[in-house]
Each structure stands twice: as structure tokens, then as C-alpha cells.
């Protein structure tokens, strides 16, 4: 009987360290005799930068790994190339600061078998590389939300960070990522438009990675930069433009009136709601600019 195979394939900019602990976090994958895999890692960055170590890591370990670029720097066209090079019945995606559990590729294809689904999804959980401030803590601003293992139908929980799909659900429908989404966001979109042709997703909880949280990510305009592209991306969703702007003015009313009152009594909650006025300007500033 012929085994699954299943390419984990990883999309990188600039940051070879993290990508060569996540090759070796992959290479020794516990498989059960279930399956076979290989690593397909997709540079986005026309210099190069990933190439030198995966070039080591290929002399290393003993997984295949293939490397392949995409100089125009997209995330939805880095990933599109990742699918296109997949040599697997599966796919796995996971970002190249995270690090997986020993277990969680088996565990994915496990859950899916179970469920009989096209594609499982699992939790991310911060690590830091140094000790954050209590407020970073305190708001959970870097804990992403867990569900209960089973089907899901939300497609707001779509992600990309920890991942298996089915090669097939984009071979038969043409669907992939979507180019508009390419500084974020295209995992929400994908999981929408393949939740609509009536695929099956699953959560699974024990599915686990850890994402390498360094502190440029809670330096205040960085939150900021990245809030408002989330915002910009979230107005490419389908619906009505006028009600999310409607929506998102009220919001950054109500956000702004109370800022002063959440500086004197939680500077978590300050910091919370001044990332939620970065969500709704940039979505309004997307809407003006179509």
C-alpha cells in the first residue's frame, strides 16, 4: 500500500536562523510509518538571503529539501509557488519563526484521517526571546486564540501558520491565494472561498507550534504599521464597503474618546484599543483609496 506524502513547505524573508531550527524541528518529525515528507522552502527575498542555509541543511539532515525564490515579494505569491513546487497529496504550511512540536505533523494527519477533512488547522503559542513588559503579558497581544478540536465553519479562524490542506482542493478547483492579500491576510480569504465550495476544516488542538516572538514586535509603531495593513487587507473581504466604513468611524470615535481614560486606569487596554484604532483607519483608508 502506498504511503501519503506530504510536502511542509515553508515561506522565508530574511530570517535564515529561525528557518535553519525549524528544518531541524521538521527533519526529526515523529511519522509513525504513516506517511513520508519532503520540505519545500520558497525564498522571498530576490537577494537570497535563505539560500547559504538551507544549502547546509541539506548536507545535514536527511528529509529532502527543496529551495526555490519568488523575488516579487508577496506572501500570497510566495505561497502560490510553494503549492505549485509540492510534490505531496498533502500540504503542510508553517512560518519560518515557528517551531512544531515533534509530533505535530502526526498529529494534523491523524485528526484529518479521523475527521475525514480537506484541511486541519492548529494553535500557535508565543515564545519571547527576551522577557516583554508586563503590559505585553497582561493583554495576551501575541496569544492567539485556541478552540476546542473538531469541525469548524468560521472562516475568520482561517491561518496558514500551521496547516495541512489537501493538495487536491486546489488542483480541482483553481482556487489559490488571492494577490491583493500579499502583505497579509490570505489565509482568512483562502479558508472563506474553500469553506464556500463546501470543504471540511477542522481545528485540532494538539496539533502544536511555537512562534519566536523577538521585541521589535512589541515596540508600539510596530503594532501600529502592523494593524493598519491588517486593516487595509480586511477591506478586501467581500461586502458592503459603505457599512465597514460606517462601522469603523464609529469605532475610532468610540476608540479615541475613551484612549485617555484607558492611559490613567490600564495601559494594557490602552495600548489594546489604540491597535484596534490602526485596524479601522487602515481599512477606512483602503476603502477611500478604491
Same mark, same amino acid.
Given at each position: 500500500?502506498?504511503?501519503?506524502?506530504?510536502?511542509?513547505?515553508?515561506?522565508?524573508?530574511? &530570517? $535564515?536562523?529561525?528557518?535553519? #531550527?525549524?528544518?531541524?524541528?521538521?527533519?526529526?518529525?515523529?511519522?509513525?510509518?504513516?506517511?513520508?515528507? /519532503?520540505?519545500? %522552502?520558497?525564498?522571498?527575498?530576490?537577494?537570497?538571503?535563505?539560500?547559504?542555509? %538551507?544549502?547546509?541543511?541539506? =548536507?545535514?539532515?536527511?528529509?529532502?529539501?527543496?529551495?526555490?525564490?519568488?523575488?516579487?515579494?508577496?506572501?500570497?505569491?510566495?505561497?502560490?509557488?510553494?503549492?505549485?513546487?509540492?510534490?505531496?497529496?498533502?500540504?503542510?504550511?508553517?512560518?519560518?519563526? #515557528?517551531?512544531?512540536?515533534?509530533? +505535530?505533523?502526526?498529529?494534523?494527519?491523524?485528526? =484529518?484521517?479521523?475527521?475525514?477533512?480537506?484541511?486541519? =488547522?492548529?494553535? %500557535?503559542? $508565543?515564545?519571547?526571546? %527576551?522577557?516583554? $513588559?508586563?503590559?505585553?503579558?497582561?493583554?495576551?497581544?501575541?496569544?492567539?486564540? !485556541?478552540?476546542?478540536?473538531?469541525?469548524?465553519?468560521?472562516? !475568520?479562524?482561517? &491561518?496558514?501558520?500551521?496547516?495541512?490542506?489537501?493538495?487536491?482542493?486546489?488542483?480541482?478547483?483553481?482556487?489559490?491565494?488571492?494577490?491583493?492579500?500579499?502583505?497579509?491576510?490570505?489565509?482568512?480569504?483562502?479558508?472563506? &472561498?474553500? =469553506?464556500?465550495?463546501?470543504?471540511?476544516?477542522? +481545528?485540532?488542538?494538539?496539533?502544536?507550534?511555537?512562534?519566536?516572538? $523577538?521585541? /521589535?514586535? +512589541?515596540?508600539?509603531?510596530?503594532?501600529? &504599521?502592523?494593524?493598519?495593513?491588517?486593516?487595509?487587507?480586511?477591506?478586501?473581504?467581500?461586502?458592503?464597503?459603505?457599512?465597514?466604513?460606517?462601522?469603523?468611524?464609529?469605532?475610532?470615535?468610540?476608540?479615541?474618546?475613551?484612549?485617555?481614560?484607558?492611559?490613567?486606569?490600564?495601559?494594557?487596554?490602552?495600548?489594546?484599543?489604540?491597535?484596534?484604532?490602526?485596524?479601522?483607519?487602515?481599512?477606512?483608508?483602503?476603502?477611500?483609496?478604491?
Amino acid at each position: 500500500m502506498t504511503k501519503s506524502h506530504i510536502s511542509v513547505c515553508i515561506c522565508t524573508y530574511k &530570517r $535564515p536562523h529561525l528557518l535553519s #531550527e525549524l528544518i531541524k524541528s521538521i527533519d526529526c518529525q515523529v511519522r509513525e510509518d504513516l506517511f513520508t515528507f /519532503d520540505i519545500i %522552502v520558497v525564498d522571498n527575498d530576490r537577494q537570497r538571503t535563505a539560500q547559504e542555509i %538551507v544549502s547546509l541543511c541539506k =548536507m545535514e539532515y536527511k528529509t529532502k529539501i527543496s529551495y526555490y525564490v519568488e523575488e516579487r515579494q508577496n506572501i500570497s505569491l510566495a505561497r502560490n509557488k510553494a503549492i505549485q513546487c509540492a510534490i505531496g497529496d498533502f500540504i503542510a504550511f508553517i512560518d519560518d519563526d #515557528e517551531i512544531p512540536d515533534k509530533c +505535530w505533523l502526526l498529529t494534523l494527519y491523524k485528526a =484529518m484521517e479521523k475527521y475525514k477533512a480537506d484541511a486541519v =488547522m492548529g494553535p %500557535v503559542f $508565543p515564545i519571547y526571546q %527576551v522577557k516583554p $513588559p508586563k503590559w505585553v503579558i497582561k493583554g495576551k497581544f501575541f496569544e492567539r486564540p !485556541t478552540y476546542k478540536t473538531g469541525p469548524f465553519k468560521d472562516w !475568520t479562524k482561517g &491561518r496558514t501558520g500551521n496547516l495541512l490542506i489537501k493538495k487536491s482542493l486546489f488542483d480541482s478547483t483553481g482556487i489559490y491565494f488571492d494577490l491583493r492579500f500579499g502583505k497579509g491576510g490570505e489565509d482568512q480569504d483562502l479558508t472563506r &472561498r474553500m =469553506m464556500e465550495k463546501g470543504f471540511i476544516f477542522i +481545528w485540532c488542538n494538539e496539533a502544536m507550534a511555537h512562534e519566536t516572538i $523577538p521585541p /521589535d514586535r +512589541w515596540r508600539l509603531k510596530n503594532m501600529i &504599521r502592523k494593524a493598519f495593513i491588517r486593516g487595509k487587507m480586511s477591506a478586501q473581504y467581500p461586502g458592503s464597503k459603505l457599512i465597514m466604513a460606517s462601522k469603523s468611524i464609529i469605532a475610532i470615535s468610540a476608540y479615541a474618546l475613551s484612549l485617555p481614560f484607558l492611559l490613567l486606569l490600564d495601559y494594557a487596554l490602552f495600548i489594546e484599543y489604540l491597535v484596534k484604532i490602526g485596524d479601522h483607519s487602515g481599512r477606512i483608508l483602503a476603502i477611500i483609496q478604491k
